[in-house]
């Protein structure tokens, strides 16, 4: 008969967000295995303006193969905490979802004060941050984001892929907030 005894309880969840702006099917691969190795809390994949719609129809989604890349960034951190994921709903529906309180960040190339780097540190703060699709925010979402208390700051001059960007700008956060 085999007996397990817990030690010690996993560590909790890092508070950390990620609102991404659907992007290609294999983007999404990559991102859901590395934002789940570095341990974000959620990943909700959301609908855009500049995205294509047939992203959100990807078999990714409708198989459920996006679990199997979860799980892979979770054995990589070995770590038995999955993230919250969610997919093809709208941006403002995602918003909605979101608890009070926090810092919330939205990445942009074009309206964006700061660099993410130069922001406050988080300290114990739960972080959202939010990633637009492939060509970025449109001017509507721009809005929206502001009117929940987005700010926004860049990631340097460069324009940078999706899943680039995401393990940059967790990165930036998970150090200012001395996880790393």
Known sequence: MLEFDWTAAPPPAE??????????PQTARDVLRDATTLG?????????EKAPASYAQSSL??????????????EQAACTLLPEVSHGHSLAAAIETL???GVRWALDNYESPQQLGQCA??????????????????????????AHEF???????????????VVAAL??????????
């Open 151 to 165: 700010k926004f700051a860049h990631l340097g001059v460069r324009v940078l892929r999706t899943e680039t960007a």
């Open 99 to 101: 608890p009070a309180g």
């Open 61 to 74: 989604w409708s198989s459920g193969e996006w679990r199997r890349h979860v799980i892979q960034g979770a």
């Open 121 to 146: 540190a988080t300290g114990t703060q739960a972080v959202t941050l939010a990633i637009g699709a492939e060509r970025g925010w449109s001017a509507g979402e721009r809005a929206l984001l502001r």
């Open 40 to 48: 974000s809390a959620a990943l909700h994949f959301v609908r855009t």
């Open 171 to 180: 990165a930036i956060i998970r150090t200012r907030a001395g996880l790393m």
């Open 15 to 24: 508070a950390i967000t990620l609102i991404i702006g659907l992007p290609r």
